[in-house]
C-alpha cells in the first residue's frame, strides 16, 4: 500500500470505471431494461462509500501491523467487489447481445 490517498483515487477510480461502463452500455443499447443497471450502479456507489468510510476509521490505530493489514483488507475487498460488478455488467452486456 503506497497511501491513504492513493487508495482513496484507486477506490474512486475502479468504481469510477464501472458506473462508466454502466452509463456507455445503456446509450449503446438504450432498448435494454436500465433497473439492472441502474441496480449495478447502486451497488458500485454503495461499495464506494462503504470503503471510503473504512479507510476513514481504520482499526487499531496504535499497532501499525494492524492498521497495514487493515488496509490490505480493504484492498481485497475492492479487487473482490470490482470484479464481482464487472462480471455482473458482463453477464448483463452478454445476455443483451442475444
Known sequence: MASIRQLKKDIDNQVFEIVSDCFTLS?????????????????????????????????????????????????????SGVDKLCKQLSALSSKKKK
Do not use: C, W
Open 27 to 79: 446509450e449503446l443499447h438504450p432498448e435494454n431494461k436500465s433497473d439492472e443497471i441502474g441496480s449495478i450502479i447502486e451497488e458500485a456507489v454503495s461499495l464506494r462509500n462503504d470503503l471510503i468510510a473504512r479507510v476513514n476509521n481504520p482499526e487499531g490505530k496504535d499497532n501499525p501491523k494492524i492498521v497495514r493489514k487493515y488496509y490490505q483488507t480493504i484492498e481485497s475487498d475492492l479487487d
